[in-house]
């Protein structure tokens, strides 16, 4: 299933840290940030988490809730929550079920390997549920503020 910008996006619910489980239609009336990310405490994801902890207080004020993703487990989404004193939840999605769902886990090479991961991308949802921007195949260098932008273009839109 592949997402069409203006469609949209079906419920979901998953576990997250925090001891919460997260659900789309809970966060109706909120802009989401839903980014995924290959896996926890590796230095891309860490920056990249960072930046997006960096400018939570301008995500808020565009009423956009930030989620992180990876398939790692929840103990490992709590342990790089709290050593990067993030400020949103990240949801443990070791099934795919919501990876599978934004259509993130494509073949990857690695040291000259092939395998099964999620590529970097970010998907910015309006508060009707519908998915508004796609990044695909992220670059982390500037990719939040650049998705802070497009999060308060489409606040000021409604």
């Known amino acids: 299933m592949?997402?069409?910008?203006?469609?949209?996006?079906?419920d979901?619910?998953?576990?997250?840290?925090?001891?919460?489980?997260?659900?789309?239609?809970?966060?109706?009336?909120?802009?989401?940030?839903?980014?995924?990310?290959?896996?926890?405490?590796?230095?891309?994801?860490?920056t990249e988490g960072g930046d997006f902890r960096d400018r939570k207080e301008a995500f808020d004020e565009a009423n956009t809730v930030v989620i992180g993703v990876s398939r790692d487990g929840l103990r490992?989404?709590?342990n790089f929550k709290t050593k990067?004193?993030?400020?949103?939840?990240l949801i443990s999605d070791k099934d795919e079920e919501v990876c599978?769902?934004?259509?993130?886990?494509?073949?990857?090479?690695?040291?000259?390997?092939?395998?099964?991961?999620?590529?970097?991308?970010t998907f910015l949802i309006d508060t009707e549920g519908r998915l508004a921007r796609e990044w695909r195949a992220v670059k982390v260098g500037g990719h939040a503020q650049e998705v802070?932008?497009?999060?308060?273009?489409?606040?000021?839109e409604s």
């Open 2 to 10: 592949t997402l069409a910008i203006g469609q949209s996006v079906p």
């Open 76 to 78: 490992a989404q709590e």
């Open 12 to 46: 979901f619910t998953a576990p997250a840290t925090g001891a919460t489980t997260l659900s789309l239609s809970a966060l109706k009336g909120h802009q989401v940030v839903i980014f995924f990310y290959p896996k926890a405490s590796t230095p891309g994801c860490t």
């Open 100 to 121: 599978k769902l934004f259509d993130v886990i494509k073949l990857k090479k690695l040291y000259g390997k092939e395998h099964l991961g999620i590529e970097r991308s």
């Open 148 to 156: 802070l932008e497009a999060a308060q273009a489409l606040h000021a």
């Open 84 to 89: 990067q004193a993030f400020n949103f939840e």
